[in-house]
């Protein structure tokens, strides 16, 4: 078992760090709700996350993530964009429905931290650029996305990300380690306290 520690909770007004029982991840023997949910087949089409929260440990966190793909616009991004900068990868795509409830804080969250060296991407894995423009203008989005539906941004990831859930959000830390982890839809003031933990380190 290793140290990774998982903890579920809403962050009291401040900015309060998050609290709650650490659990061992390889230690849960709760039942799979991704895998439930797949097992259903009611073609909503995206498996939801249960919104936990999993924060890892500085010692425990895996090497720095492979992070090549293109965006929208046609950038090509490489691993090296990632060194020295907090990183928020939101998995996302147009259809589904908490990905449109959260657009509009991840892109506050983006405003507000975009001043101390942190940035944001999104990851697409389904749509063509037409829709995923038009969600961008919906939402007033000013943070690029990487059109994935190929899975590269995602493969390097794997292990992190499950392959269904949508959404998925991860914070970076300055070396390009993921820090923390959100299954499902964010609630502000937690990612909020991830971002800025991975800030301060």
């Given amino acids: 078992m290793d140290n990774t520690f998982s903890r579920r909770g ?5 900015g309060v760090l998050l609290a709650g029982l650490a659990v061992g991840l390889s230690a849960c023997a709760q039942p799979d709700s991704l895998a439930e949910q797949a ?10 996350g249960d919104g936990s929260v999993t924060e890892f440990a500085k010692a425990d966190r895996t ?3 492979a992070l090549k793909g293109t965006l929208f616009d046609g950038t090509a991004v490489e ?5 020295g900068k907090v990183t928020v990868l939101n998995f996302w795509f147009a259809a589904c429905a908490p990905c449109r409830v959260e657009a509009p804080q991840l892109e506050a969250l ?7 060296g942190v940035q944001f991407f999104g990851v697409n894995l389904r749509d063509e650029k037409a829709t995923a423009d ?12 990487f059109d994935d539906k ?13 392959p269904g859930a949508v959404p998925t959000t991860l914070v970076l830390d300055k070396d390009g380690r993921v820090a923390s982890r959100v299954l499902g839809g ?4 937690t990612l909020k306290a991830l971002i800025t933990s991975a800030v301060a380190e």
């Fill in 10 to 14: 809403v962050l009291a007004a401040g």
């Fill in 39 to 48: 097992k259903k087949g009611d073609n909503k089409n995206y498996v939801a």
């Fill in 63 to 65: 090497a720095p993530v």
């Fill in 79 to 83: 691993p090296g964009v990632l060194k």
């Fill in 110 to 116: 983006h405003q507000e931290f975009k001043g101390q």
């Fill in 134 to 145: 038009a969600f961008d203008k919906t939402f007033s989005l000013t943070y690029p996305s």
């Fill in 150 to 162: 190929d899975g590269a941004v995602l493969l390097s990831v794997s292990g992190i990300v499950p």
């Fill in 186 to 189: 964010i609630e502000k003031g």
